[in-house]
């Protein structure tokens, strides 16, 4: 089992969080704010059989728009080692 967390712009989290949802991922939402300009950002947070890690992956990345300039960065992405999961 792995956390993937992802740290997208405001404008991306809705396409790549319905596009999980879809694809039946489950998906926590939550805002946030970072970086140096302090632009608005959303981070995903999903729990993720390690079979399917590079398919979430992939659906992150595919629902991503463009960067607005060629040093900008999409998103910031962490895939965590979970040792328990429990869903209540």
Known sequence: MKMIIAIVRD???DPVSHALTS?????????????FLRRGNSSLFMGVEDDKVEEALQIIRS???????????????????VNQFIHC
């Open 63 to 81: 629902n991503l728009e463009p960067a607005d300039e060629p040093e900008q960065k999409r998103a910031t992405i962490f895939v965590l080692n």
């Open 11 to 13: 404008r991306d989290a």
């Open 23 to 35: 694809q039946n991922f489950r998906v926590t939402l939550t805002a946030s704010t970072g970086g």
